[in-house]
């Protein structure tokens, strides 16, 4: 007969840490909205200063959902502007959805996220 663990009495596994589950148990940071914010987002390649202008789909205090003409590769490092307030803020690429008709889906993570980047109540 194989060994098998068996949890203790009045314990189970942990949700997080279930098979599909992040380790962070899956809670978002924050609240998110559903908002269409115009952006530029601006990053470096080959020795050369890129900037494509997109807009948000989803946007909450620490980031936002952004869908532009161009893919880009995750853990880039970029310059997210919102074009509303001019606000600026270094950013992170965290997430490359798939192509859409719109273009790409991308997780964006501000580095320093100031509460009122977005102009809205988070």
């Known amino acids: 007969m194989a060994d098998q663990t068996v949890p203790r009495a009045g314990t189970s596994p942990s949700p997080s840490r279930q098979a599909g589950n992040p380790p962070h148990g899956g809670k978002r940071r924050g609240v998110r909205v559903n908002s269409r914010v115009p952006v530029a987002l601006e990053w470096d390649m080959g020795g050369e200063r890129r900037r494509r202008e997109a807009h948000t789909r989803v946007v909450g205090p620490y980031g936002c959902l952004v869908v532009m003409p ?10 997210l502007t919102n074009l509303v307030s001019s606000e600026t803020s270094p950013a992170v690429v965290v997430w490359c959805g798939q192509q859409r008709t719109e ?3 991308l997780g964006i993570e501000l580095v320093s996220p100031q509460m009122g980047f977005w102009g809205l109540e988070l």
Do not use: T, V
């Open 70 to 79: 161009q893919n880009l590769e995750a853990q880039q490092h970029i310059q």
């Open 103 to 105: 273009g790409w889906e």
